[in-house]
């Protein structure tokens, strides 16, 4: 089976081509980095118009790089929730008019979900139960996942999401948008151990997030208390070692939290996925944390971030099982 997949639900306008397997045949991906960056962050308006402007040709060049013609299709899958609404419709509106048009089944994708299924984009055996790790820029998000596609929400962030922390973490060290690869970089020349951040782990037993403290903790270390130099405080660290040890210390935390998860589900097999399991200090600082114990399934480097792919490898296994949505399908902000 073959699915034409489309993803717009945040700032990167994405359609590829998945054949059972799962093999990606075409991953085409226009990221709006560009459009958003004067502004430190996505701006919702823009990002909806800019997929109005892009995805046609995005779908064109995915069709034309699979070699495939849209009657060799099986499905037209979508990421229809959760995301910014505007954005979210684009593609939602978009695969409705293609499934119609094409006569093919519609397949409504969560993104979230999409992401725990990026690490078979890379060979990876995910079909047993595991704790799933979702570490992107909108969501901190642990489940239960059961290898028959369901899952149970076990816990997540209860303010900033890990992703918008490091792009937080950025701006306010004025490294530039995104935060993410910009932080990771610095950190490469930083020492890991020179600040003193809080680790925030909350009750004995929470599978709770919380990133607000560290983000102040790093604002007053570079502005000095509360804050009070408009700019760089004269004896502020370097931001090498703020990045340095912004990274040691949520990695600490997501490392705990991995090994609570770990316990109380009996598992030790943990499916990651989301932008920022695209860091490679993340990679190996979580599996130098967890040791042998814990095996650490991570998606390949380009399917870490948004794509069209991973919507693509779950909208299959969901096509297997024959599941398919009507045109009746709505795009959903929330998860
Ligand atoms: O999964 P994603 O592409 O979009 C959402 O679903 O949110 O994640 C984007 C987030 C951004 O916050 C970005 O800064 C972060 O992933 N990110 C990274 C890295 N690359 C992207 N964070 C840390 N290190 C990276 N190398
Ligand atoms: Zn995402």
Redesign the pocket.
Known sequence: MKVLAIET??DETAAAVVESGPRVLSDVVFSQVAEHAPYGGVVPEIASRSHVEQLTAVIEDALQRSGLEPNQLDAVAVAHRPGLIGALMVGVTTAKALAWAWDLPLIGVN?LEA?LESAALGGQDITGPCIGVVL????TDMYRVDGDGNSRWLGGTRDDAI??A??KVSAVLGLGY????A??KAALEGDGSAVKLPRTLLADDSLDFSFSGIKTAVLYSWRGANAAHPGRAPDAPEPEDICASFQQAVFDVIAEKIRRACRQESLNTVLLG???T??AA?REGLADRLGDEIELLFPPLRFA??NAAMIGALALRRLAKGERDSLELVAEAQP
């Open positions: 639900t945040c993104h992401h992107s820029g909108g969501h992703g918008e490091f792009d995104p935060g993410g690869p932080v990771e989301g932008g920022v695209a860091n993340l971030t948004d």
